[in-house]
C-alpha cells in the first residue's frame, strides 16, 4: 500500500527511465548546454552594443537570467533523476513516492515552480526574438501582438506544467481531477 494512491493496491511496474536512458537524457541536457552558451557567445559577438533581436537591453538581460534559471531547472531534475534511480532503481512506483516526498517541501516546490516560470518567460521572449531575428515582425504593431502571442502560450505552457507538478505535491491535479 502506498500513500499517495490512498490505500489502494499498487504494483512495482518498471521505469521507463532505465540507466541507458538516463545517460542519453544527460548527454543531450550537456549537449544542448553547450549549444545554449555557444549561442549566447555568438550573439554577444554579433551585436556587443545592441540588444539584437530583442526589445532592449534589459529584455536581453532579462533573457540571460530566465534563461541561467530555466537550465538550473533543468540540471536539477536530471540530477534528481540519477539520485532517484541510484537510490531505488529504475521502479516506477518507488521513484513517484520519492519524487512526491521531494516535492512536497517548500522551498523544492518553490523551486520548481520559480524554474517553470523562468522557462516560460524564456519561451516567450526566445520566440518572439527568434521571429524577429528572421526579419518577421519588425513593425512596432505586429512586434506587440507578437509578444502578447508568446506571452499566452508560454503562460497556458507554465499553467499546465504547474497543474502535473500539483499532482505530485497533493496527489491530484488541480485542473483535471474529478
Known amino acids: 500500500m502506498w500513500p499517495a494512491l490512498r490505500g489502494g493496491s499498487s504494483f512495482a511496474a518498471a521505469s521507463p527511465v532505465t540507466w541507458m536512458s538516463l545517460v542519453a537524457h544527460t548527454i543531450v541536457v550537456v549537449v ?16 556587443p552594443e545592441e540588444a539584437g ?4 537591453e534589459g529584455c536581453r ?8 534559471m530555466a537550465w538550473a531547472l533543468v540540471v536539477a531534475h536530471v540530477a534528481l533523476q540519477w539520485f532517484m534511480t541510484v537510490r531505488v532503481g529504475p521502479v516506477a512506483l518507488s521513484q513517484y513516492e520519492l519524487l512526491r516526498r521531494f516535492l512536497s517541501r517548500p522551498l523544492v516546490l518553490g523551486f520548481y ?10 519561451m516567450s521572449q526566445g520566440i518572439a526574438a527568434s521571429v524577429r531575428a528572421w526579419g518577421l515582425a519588425r513593425r512596432h504593431e505586429s512586434s506587440r501582438w507578437l509578444e502578447v502571442g508568446c506571452t499566452l502560450a508560454s ?24
Open 113 to 122: 515552480v520559480l524554474g517553470l516560470a523562468a522557462l516560460g518567460l524564456f
Open 32 to 47: 544542448f548546454l553547450g549549444a545554449y552558451a555557444r549561442g549566447w557567445s555568438t550573439l554577444n559577438l554579433e551585436f
Open 155 to 178: 503562460a497556458v505552457t507554465v499553467l499546465l506544467a504547474i497543474n502535473v507538478l500539483s499532482h505530485f505535491v497533493t496527489g491530484r491535479a488541480y485542473w483535471m481531477s474529478p
Open 61 to 68: 538581460r532579462l533573457q540571460k537570467l530566465a534563461g541561467g
Open 53 to 56: 533581436p530583442y526589445r532592449s
